[in-house]
């Protein structure tokens, strides 16, 4: 069977893993752009996490315009824009976070610029993963138990596509309290050490060229 995007609705969507956290039930959330459709169709591995998510976005002008064309209506959702959302959910809530991925100068950036937008936000972990980290190793194991010994019920997934994915499928079934989120290069725009193409450009829906 085809993977799809299954969030139709931006709004709806946050409304849903607003209720989860709350909730104490898990998830695990795909952003499908081209890049992600062109590795869908060569990696197995790839595939089987997708299918294992309990969300799937459009994170893509392309992928949306597909979408609307099959006359499936969606709205764009992307990993990056979903790190400021959730933040602010989870200090509303009381949910404390989990970061992993992207080098640690990164993680400490990011974390401190969240804490000052959402001052009652907690980050509760955070990790860099080695070079050349394997999301099914023993190494991804040792992460996943420290992410469920931390109290963290969200986790931002930061290990670019396919290894996000593949981890986030994985530690959503160890941890099934817990919600994982891959947001590839979101953290890298919070802590400033990469830039989002100009607001223009992203108005002008050309981000992805």
Same mark, same amino acid.
């Given at each position: 069977m085809p993977l799809a995007v299954t969030v139709s609705s931006r709004e709806v969507f946050l409304d849903d893993l607003r209720d989860r956290l709350v909730h104490g039930h898990g998830f695990s959330v795909a952003t499908m752009n081209l890049d992600h459709v062109v590795k869908l169709r060569s990696d197995s591995a790839f595939r %089987?996490?997708?299918?294992?998510?309990?969300?799937?976005?459009?994170?893509?002008?392309?992928?949306?315009?597909?979408? &609307?064309?099959?006359? &499936?209506?969606?709205? =764009?959702?992307?990993?990056s824009d979903l790190v400021?959302? =959730?933040?602010?959910i989870c200090a509303e809530t009381s949910v404390p976070i989990a970061m992993f991925g992207s080098p640690g100068t990164v993680l400490d950036a990011s974390a401190n610029a969240l804490r000052e937008r959402h001052s009652q936000?907690?980050?509760?972990? &955070?990790?860099?993963?080695?070079?050349?980290?394997?999301? %099914?190793? &023993? %190494?991804?194991?040792?992460? $996943? %138990?420290?992410?469920?010994?931390?109290?963290?019920?969200?986790?931002?997934?930061? =290990?670019?596509?396919?290894?996000?994915? $593949?981890?986030?499928?994985?530690?959503?079934?160890a941890l099934p309290h817990v919600g994982f989120v891959s947001v590839g290069a979101g953290l890298d725009f919070i802590a400033g050490a990469q830039r989002r193409a100009p607001r223009l450009v992203r108005i002008l829906a050309a981000e992805w060229l």
């Open positions: %089987e996490a997708y299918a294992a998510q309990s969300h799937v976005t459009a994170d893509g002008r392309p992928v949306v315009w597909l979408n &609307r064309l099959a006359g &499936r209506p969606v709205d =764009l959702v992307t990993g400021e959302p =959730l933040a602010h936000l907690v980050v509760a972990f &955070r990790a860099a993963p080695e070079m050349g980290f394997d999301p %099914e190793s &023993r %190494e991804a194991d040792s992460i $996943i %138990e420290r992410i469920g010994a931390s109290g963290a019920r969200l986790c931002f997934v930061a =290990l670019g596509a396919p290894k996000q994915e $593949i981890f986030a499928a994985r530690a959503g079934r």
